[in-house]
């Protein structure tokens, strides 16, 4: 573009703009697993016309679905769902500064040469992600079926872990274990604005244990079930490719978002036209 003739002010240029509910803490959340079973549990956000949403954390209203876990508690008793349901677990209550952990990790290698002190090209040559969470109901016996890399279900979808309770209760990790589990993680952030709630859910598709802290119970601080998951690609999982509109990629991860404080922020978009980059994506008409 050419340089204009006159500038504008700060304000008016929009550089001073402030938008609130864009800004994400505190509020309520929830860590949540499955099993990863292939194309039984396929997570991709839509189906291969781009389009069409294939799978949702949210109702077609925006609110948070109600048929995602496997496993309520009904009247202070913890229950499988007789009714058809998503399949994942609510690892429970945590720490106050207990919330799940994500970390990026990406290295790369600088070509050098002799003539300058800075690198002339890079190149990433590795790139990871690890989700860490520290459950404090290590008393569940969904946390020592995590703890032991164990399965969930079975390949049918039907629970292994047993109900808290149960008579003649017992849990451990075996000798010679074939192959380790292979889980889905999903993070749910709930977040009051003057809209009403945001909620933001990130999807992770294929993830297997990497570490586990240790354990110490005091007088006043509980034993924590501090767990640490690798994320790993996942076949089924496709996403829209950012770059050519509607046709999908494989993706590595994903985050979601919706509640009446998200709807809120919608523009009809009478002044923009549909980008080239995908769908749901705009740009101003210039």
């Known amino acids: 573009m050419a340089q204009p003739a006159t500038g504008t002010t700060l304000s008016a240029g929009g550089f001073l703009d402030i938008h609130k ?30 389009v069409t949403v294939a799978w949702s954390p949210f109702a077609q209203n925006g609110q948070v679905r109600d048929d995602l876990f496997i496993r309520r508690r009904v009247s202070g008793l913890y229950e499988y769902v007789d009714a058809a349901n998503d399949g994942w677990w609510h690892i429970g209550v945590q720490t106050e500064d207990g919330g799940a952990e994500r970390e990026p990790d990406t290295s790369s290698d ?24 520290a459950a404090l109901a ?22 292994l872990v ?19 589990a292979e889980y889905q993680i999903g993070l749910l952030y709930a977040r009051r604005t003057s809209g009403g709630y945001v909620y933001r859910f990130e999807g992770y598709p294929a993830c297997k244990l990497d570490a586990q802290a240790s354990k110490k119970r005091t007088k006043t601080d509980p ?57 749901g994506r705009w740009r101003p008409s210039w």
Request: net charge negative.
């Open 138 to 159: 290590t008393g569940d016996p969904l946390i020592h079926r995590l703890e032991s890399e164990l399965p969930l279900c079975d390949s049918a979808g039907d629970p």
């Open 21 to 50: 509910p864009f800004v994400e803490r505190g509020g309520a959340q929830a860590v949540l697993i499955r099993d990863n079973r292939g194309s039984a549990t396929n997570m991709s956000p839509f189906d291969s016309d781009g």
């Open 162 to 180: 047993p109900l808290p309770g149960e008579p003649d209760y017992f849990s451990g990790p075996t000798v010679d274990l074939e192959a380790t």
């Open 223 to 279: 034993d924590t079930a501090e767990l640490t998951y690798k994320v790993l690609p996942d076949p089924y999982f496709m996403i829209p490719d950012p770059l050519a509109g509607a046709s999908l990629v494989p993706g590595y991860f994903g985050v979601w978002f919706g509640g009446p404080g998200w709807d809120a922020q919608y523009s009809d978009g009478s002044e923009l036209v549909p980008c080239r980059g995908g769908v």
């Open 110 to 133: 600088d070509l050098m040469v002799l003539q300058s002190k800075f690198p002339i090209d890079s190149e990433t040559t590795e790139k990871k992600y690890s989700v860490k969470f």
